[in-house]
């Protein structure tokens, strides 16, 4: 199981970026996918999950309304649109696959948004 969190970058306050979280060797289509952060000094949380069952989707408070988790299954990716990025969005992102209560996590992908 890999999986591979991509598209960070540098971004002004206000702007957008979309992450990736793509699956190799196996399929996507029944993981729990979640999205976390953790900023410098902090620790790592929560920011966004879509169910493995139902495509039923979750968000801190602190992103409602201007990030979109989806699944692209024939892409066998899950990505987190991310839009009126905010300085406290910096962080590293990571994607987690859950399945039968085993996770399995990706590296990580730098997101840093300047003021």
């Known amino acids: 199981v890999q999986l591979q969190a991509s598209g960070g970058g540098l971004v002004q306050s206000g702007g957008s970026l979309r992450l990736s979280c793509t699956a190799s060797g196996f399929s996507l289509e029944s993981y729990a996918i979640g999205w976390f952060r953790q900023a410098p000094g902090k620790e790592r949380e929560a920011v966004s999950c879509?169910?493995?069952?139902?495509?039923?989707?979750h968000y801190r408070d602190a992103v409602k309304g201007r990030f979109t988790i989806s699944r692209d299954s024939a892409r066998n990716t899950v990505y987190l649109q991310m839009n009126g990025l905010k300085p406290e969005d910096t962080g590293v992102y990571y994607c987690k696959a859950t399945l039968n209560h085993q996770d399995s996590w990706g590296q990580g992908t730098l997101v840093t948004v300047s003021s």
């Open positions: 879509i169910s493995g069952e139902d495509d039923s989707t």
